[in-house]
Each structure stands twice: as structure tokens, then as C-alpha cells.
């Protein structure tokens, strides 16, 4: 069936420096890819999506690029900072109004002051 | 702002039970969906609605029923609990059309089945 696969399952790293996770995806007609943050105790909340008519988009801090080819995907955070410590969840799925989401299955990242 | 809101936050219940939880949205999502998340395994999708009446089976039916009889209102049945569906279980619910299909989560459910 579709599958999400995404790495690392934990990911710590120094105050300032950078974070990069990576995902791949097994359905070839996904087109939508977003990805959710969770930070403990609380409700996973979107922080960026891209569609596959693009290849990069970035907000602030975080960027996520997309190789279609490839069929993966990947979140990047700059100058991470202490309220970047959460759990990371990337997720594939079909741009049609009734489709479901396939998640991975999270990167716990920690941040080291 | 959208609200998500689930029924119970902690419930505690005995093997062979039937239990009930209940996910309420006021943003008049047609989509709901419920998950149910567990360490290492992410969010599972059990099943999900894009209508009222309408259901679709997600990767983890079994032991699941739903039911949506109103569009706010989406229901998760453990028609006879057992230990292994202790978890978290999330509700969410999103637009079917527009430029984004943000899921908006409600706060959870922590079932323990003992």
C-alpha cells in the first residue's frame, strides 16, 4: 500500500545550527506534502506545505524542497532555536477533495542549548 | 479561528466495553478524519468522512466503526475495547476544496483499556 518513510526518527542538534529531515513517498500520483508539527502535550499544527508543481518554498526559518523524480522530500530548519524542539511529521497525499493523508512517522527533534 | 474539540481528554475503560468518542468542528469541514498515534508509528489513519454519512476506511479499520450523522459531528466506535487499542486518538477535519487541505487537529483522546 502507500507508505511514507521518514528519517531520522530522533535528531538533536546545537542551538543555531541547522536541521534537515528527509522523507520519501511510494504513491507517484501524491502531489501534496505537507508537514506538522507537534510539541509536547499539544495537537500537531501545519508549518509548511508544498505542491508538486513546485520545487522549493520557504517561510522564515524552514524550508521544504521536493524532487518528484526521486520521490522525496525534505524539511529544513535554519538557526534552530529552543522553541524548534518538537516532533516533526511529513506526510504525502493526492491533491483530491476526499483523499487521505499518509503521515511518517515523526522525527523527534531536540534542540541543545 | 477553527476549533476541534474531542469529547474526553483522559478516559479510562474495561476489556469488552463499547466505547464512544466524539470529535466536534465549527468550521463547517466536509472532511473529518480520525487517527489514532502511538510511539514510533506516527498518526494512523482509522477512518476518515467528506460527507455527512459517508465514511471511508483508513489503514487500521479493524476493531473501528464511525459515524457522522451530522456534518460538525464525527464518531469513533470500539464496538468491544481491547488492551491493544490503548492510545492517543485524534480527531482532524479540513476543507475539501481551496488552496490548502490543512488538517486542523482537535486536543486528543488518552484511552487506556485495561
Known amino acids: 500500500g502507500e507508505n511514507v518513510e521518514q528519517h531520522p526518527s530522533t535528531l538533536s542538534v546545537q542551538e543555531g545550527d541547522s536541521a534537515v529531515i528527509k522523507c520519501t513517498y511510494s504513491?507517484?500520483?501524491?502531489?501534496?506534502f505537507p508537514w506538522y508539527k507537534q510539541e509536547l502535550g499539544k495537537r500537531p499544527q501545519l508549518i509548511i506545505d508544498?505542491?508538486?508543481?513546485?520545487g522549493e518554498k520557504k517561510d522564515q526559518r524552514i524550508a521544504v524542497t521536493l524532487n518528484k523524480t526521486a520521490k522525496h522530500f525534505s524539511l529544513h530548519i535554519t538557526e534552530t532555536q529552543p522553541e524548534d524542539s518538537a516532533v516533526y511529521f511529513c506526510?504525502?497525499?493526492?491533491?483530491?477533495?476526499?483523499?487521505?493523508?499518509?503521515f511518517g512517522s515523526g522525527t523527534r527533534l531536540s534542540i541543545r542549548p | 479561528d477553527v476549533k476541534v474539540t474531542q469529547s474526553s481528554r483522559y478516559l479510562v475503560k474495561r476489556t469488552g466495553e463499547k466505547v464512544f468518542l466524539e470529535c466536534v468542528q465549527d468550521?463547517?469541514?466536509?472532511?473529518m478524519f480520525w487517527y489514532r498515534q502511538d510511539p514510533g508509528l506516527g498518526l494512523r489513519l482509522i477512518y476518515f468522512?467528506?460527507?455527512?454519512?459517508?465514511?471511508e476506511k483508513g489503514d487500521i479499520p479493524e476493531g473501528y466503526s464511525v459515524s457522522r450523522e451530522k456534518k460538525e459531528r464525527f464518531s469513533l466506535i470500539l464496538e468491544s475495547a481491547s488492551t491493544n487499542q490503548t492510545s492517543m486518538y485524534l480527531c482532524?477535519?479540513?476543507?475539501?476544496?481551496?488552496?490548502?487541505?490543512?488538517?486542523?487537529f482537535g486536543p486528543g483522546t488518552r484511552l487506556t483499556v485495561t
Open positions: 508544498i505542491r508538486s508543481n513546485v
Open positions: 504513491d507517484s500520483a501524491s502531489n501534496y
Open positions: 468550521m463547517d469541514h466536509e472532511n
Open positions: 468522512s467528506y460527507d455527512v454519512k459517508m465514511k
Open positions: 482532524a477535519s479540513s476543507l475539501s476544496q481551496g488552496a490548502s487541505y490543512e488538517q486542523y
Open positions: 506526510a504525502a497525499s493526492r491533491d483530491s477533495s476526499a483523499s487521505k493523508i499518509i
